[in-house]
């Protein structure tokens, strides 16, 4: 039915989320990221057979560094204010748009989103996620996770969750297989077009974390709106299965499917706000040029002064 003047619509951008969020709580993604893992019961005896692993003790060694790597990118990204309201950021993902339609006027796009500076840090944390020579990129720790997971039936769901990042997320997929596609008209009168994968990471690698010249070259008559108006949602998206998987390995870990060291959970990540406090039992001056101990246990010279 059209829209009637006057009126708005919402419209969704049709962006794949590749999951399914049953409540708030974002280790509950039900169908990429269970709670409740598949039962290893091949018998159906309740015994477990999961075969024993047959991996080279190093090949599991490099893949477990890879998901300890993974485990402490996302719980930083994780902590990120943009991920803390998963309603809002799964619309962000999305992509959704209102339409307003003015009696008499030119109708208006009107796309909500969030203030670039947040969505900038948000970029910052999430995108070593998606840089493939990163050791916690998400590819890599899927391939990790399949390694140490050996004959585990949840290896069928990292398969399925490669698929979905990659069709969202691989830059050469998405320009034959696009989801979204900007076209403008050039200063020459020409049409020009880019997906959306293309303009989010324009905004990305040439006005963000890097200035890409190929990068801005490419995106350079697309506005700087634009190119921002897609990273948000491939941002958000990554957002939601970056802490999605997190969510899943400690559901792993937990069950004891995975041995990872229980340190990459509890470790400091990020810097808490407010003034930061450390304990000194003592503190030294001197003029500018004095020569420093060699250790913590030499003593200062006579040059230096205590001063507490």
């Not at 590749?18 to 893992?37: F, K, Q, S, V």
């Not at 900038?120 to 997971?149: H, M, N, W």
């Not at 792993?252 to 406090?277: C, M, N, R, S, Y």
Request: charged fraction near 25%; charge should be negative.
């Amino acid at each position: 039915m059209p829209a009637q003047a006057g009126s708005d619509r919402i419209v969704d951008a049709g962006l794949d989320l590749g999951l399914i969020r049953r409540n708030n709580d974002w280790t509950a993604h039900e169908r990429m990221y269970p709670m409740t893992l598949p039962s290893a019961d091949a018998a159906g005896d309740g015994t477990q057979r999961v075969p024993a692993p047959t991996v080279a003790a190093a090949a599991r060694n490099a893949a477990m560094r890879t998901i300890e790597a993974f485990v402490l990118r996302a719980r930083r990204v994780a902590a990120h204010s943009l991920a803390q309201d998963a309603d809002r950021l799964e619309a962000l993902a999305r992509g959704e748009i209102q339409i307003v339609v003015r009696g008499g006027e030119p109708s208006l796009m009107c796309v909500a989103l969030p203030p670039e500076e947040q969505t900038e840090s948000a970029a910052a944390r999430v995108r070593p996620i998606f840089l493939e020579r990163d050791p916690c990129y998400y590819q890599k720790t899927l391939k990790a996770l399949g390694v140490l997971l050996e004959g585990h039936p949840v290896r069928a769901r990292l398969r399925e969750i490669r698929k979905i990042w990659e069709a969202r997320l691989n830059e050469t997929r998405a320009k034959s297989s696009p989801g979204v596609i900007t076209m403008i008209e050039g200063e020459d009168g020409s049409s020009l077009s880019l997906t959306n994968v293309e303009l989010a990471l324009g905004w990305i690698y040439g006005d963000v974390v890097h200035h890409d010249l190929d990068r801005r070259t490419s995106t350079e008559e697309f506005s700087v709106r634009l190119r921002y108006k897609e990273a948000v949602p491939l941002v958000a998206f990554a957002i939601l299965h970056t802490v999605g998987l997190l969510g899943l390995i400690e559901t792993l870990a937990t069950e004891g499917a995975l041995k990872i060291d229980p340190e990459v959970f509890t470790v400091d990540v990020v810097v808490p706000p407010g003034p930061l406090e450390f304990p000194i039992e003592a503190a030294y001056s001197a003029p500018v040029g004095t020569s420093l101990p060699s250790s913590v246990d030499e003593p200062f010279g006579a040059e230096w002064e205590r001063e507490l």
